[in-house]
C-alpha cells in the first residue's frame, strides 16, 4: 500500500470574482467562522494524516504563511493558471501525492475517501453536482468542472458529475503526469491546448483530459456533496452561512 501522499495546493490565483473582498489577500484567507479557507484545508488534510503539505503562492504571496508547510513561488501567476500554477511546485511530485484548489472545502470524508483508492489517477467527483448550482448566479451551471469528458465547455445535460478540483497521483501516475506535461508544454506552448486559448492558460483539466485522450486511464471517486466552492461573494456567504451553521 502506498504512505500518505504529499498535498500540493494551488493558491497563486488572485480571486478576481470576490473582489473588493481579495483586494488586500488572497481568497484562500477569506474566513470561514474564524478559520481561513486555508487553515480549513490545512487542518482537514492533516485529520487524514496528511501532514506534509506545499502551497503554491502567487497573489499577495507574503501573506500566505503558515507553520510547517513548504512553499513554491509562482511569479507568472497573472499570466498562467492552474496547471503551469502546479508546476511551481514539481519538487514535491515525487512519489504520490494529492493536488488541491485551494478555494474548496470538503469533509474529511471526502478526503477519506480519495486516499483509500490505490488507482494511479484518482478525480473527485459530485455525481449530485447540479443542485449546488441551483440559484447560483456569480458562478453558473455552465462554468462547473465538469466530467463526462473533462471539462468546462461541455453542456450541462450531458455531464455525469463535477470535478471538485481535488486528484490523487500514485508514485507512478504521477511519473506519468510529468512526462505528459513535459510533452505538452514542448508542443503546446504559445498554441491553443485543450480548451485553452494557449497552453499556458491552461486549467488541470486540460492536462488530465489529455491524459484520457491519450488512453491514460482517470478514475474517479464518486461522492454526493459534502464539499463546497468560494469562487464569489455569493459562494462565500452561502458556505459561512452552512459553517455557522454546523457550530450551533
Known sequence: MNKTPKAIIIAAGMGKRLNPLTEDKPKCLLEIEGKTIMERQLETLRLCGVNNAAIVRGYQADKINFAGVTYYENPNYQNNNILNSLF???????????ASYSDILYDKSVLERLLEDQHDVVIVVDTDWREYYRGRIGHPIEEAGKVLKIGKKIKADEVDGEFIGMVKFSKNGSEVFKREFRRVKKECGGKSF???????????????????????????????????????????????????????
Open 88 to 98: 511551481y511546485a514539481e519538487a514535491s511530485m515525487e512519489g504520490n501525492f494529492i
Open 194 to 248: 485543450h480548451e485553452a486559448a494557449i497552453f499556458e492558460r491552461s486549467y488541470l483539466t486540460d492536462m488530465l483530459q489529455e491524459l484520457i485522450d491519450r488512453g491514460i486511464d482517470v478514475y474517479p471517486v464518486l461522492i454526493k456533496k459534502n464539499w463546497w466552492e468560494i469562487d464569489t461573494a455569493e459562494d462565500l456567504e452561502k458556505v459561512r452561512k452552512i459553517f455557522k451553521e454546523k457550530n450551533n
